[in-house]
């Protein structure tokens, strides 16, 4: 641990590092369907042909599910349903008080830089 005083104010500088081992990679799984690419004319016209083919005389829970099963096909004939896997955490090193100095110090840097080609010109 590291206590500074740069005399700023009545508040004191501490850092400190810790030595934790970096948190495991989880994957998810994540299944999306696209609808804008689905045509809607011939969406429309397949779910009109599989609807007037259901019997009339089936109960009201045995329309649901074949209504359903027949959208479910439709939605996978026009607008296929994709399986994407995603880590939750990059593979990138923890972020460190040395990598923080570093992105401080390389803006810095670029800030000088801007202000000597203004000043230059």
Known sequence: MNIADKA???HFVITFS???PKPSQERRTRTTTDIRL???QNFK???SATLSSSPPDADV???AELYISNLKEALNHHAPSRTRNKTTRSS???YTLKIKQ???RKTYCREKVVQIQINSR
Do not use: G
């Open 18 to 20: 810790l030595d934790l």
């Open 38 to 40: 689905i045509d809607k």
């Open 61 to 63: 829970e045995t329309q």
């Open 102 to 104: 570093a992105k401080t």
């Open 45 to 47: 016209e397949m779910l």
């Open 8 to 10: 700023l104010s009545d």
């Open 92 to 94: 990138a090193p923890c």
